[in-house]
């Protein structure tokens, strides 16, 4: 999404700053703001003159299993980086105008179909519920002072070259995909390249708090495998039952695999945002 949004923009003409890690290739960006989250160096200083910040940083909720270790990295990456960056926008003069911070739908947790959650529904009760809660209050600093706040509450981003579908891919190249468990469980997603336009949007709206970044059609995982294997002209005829989830995947398989939430986006859409690929076959035959 980094990737994607800084093209977006650079095309545009507006200025960009990265704020990268030291150890992420920030000595060999001259340009760039480099921060260290453990030790709470960022230097005020250098964010100066911006006009919004985009934070999207966090340790990948899918790279690895989840130890209890793994887990305090994927909570630690996103409140306390969230958190040092709020206290640091909150010293800059002028103020930016805008914080676009990342947040996630799984904030939602579970919801059984045919219900739906939207900006208004409560957090949930799983690992990622109690983390997107305390990653969106972890703006907290930045918002006392007047700086206009937005948690992007992103779904499942779609694209080829990283994410979840590029690891699904080889698997239904080979005719080897299917549902998840009993397949029930929704799928709430949003093309890569939607991401820019939504962000600009953002920009350019008076929204605040939460905002589901998702399409306004999500889909069950049923549906999203066949519509995925459908695309590349393979059959869908190899389920993974949901107890070979468990055991492969442990708590990592039952959040992000077996558990889902149908999730609009009602704010994104009554301020009269008109998405790009609402539809998934659609978006998913644009992408490959």
Known sequence: MGTALVEYFAR??????????????????????????????????????????????????????WTENYKRLIYSSRVDGTSLLSQTL????????????????????????????????????????HVCEKWEQSTNEAHNVGIRIIHMRLGLVLSKKGGALSKMLPVFKLGLGGRI???????????????????????NSNLSGPVNAVSPHPVSNAEFTATLAKCLNRPAAVPVPAPAVRILFGEMGEELLLSGAKVVPTKLTASGYRFRYPELETALQHIL
Do not use: C
């Open 12 to 65: 545009r003409g507006h200025v960009i700053t990265r704020i990268v890690h030291q150890d992420k290739g920030g000595a060999h960006d001259p340009g760039a703001v480099v921060w260290d989250i453990p030790s709470r160096q960022l230097e005020p200083g250098a964010l100066a003159g911006h006009e919004v910040v985009i934070h999207l940083a966090g340790a990948g909720i899918a790279d690895h299993r």
């Open 90 to 129: 909150a010293k800059v003069n002028p103020l930016p105008k805008l914080l676009i911070s990342a947040s996630a739908v799984g904030f939602y947790g579970h919801i059984e179909p045919p219900s739906y959650s939207d900006e208004r529904s409560v957090v949930g009760k799983l690992f990622l519920s």
């Open 181 to 203: 468990g009993s397949g029930r469980q929704m799928v709430s997603w949003v093309a890569l390249e939607e991401i820019p336009l939504i962000v600009e949007h953002m920009m």
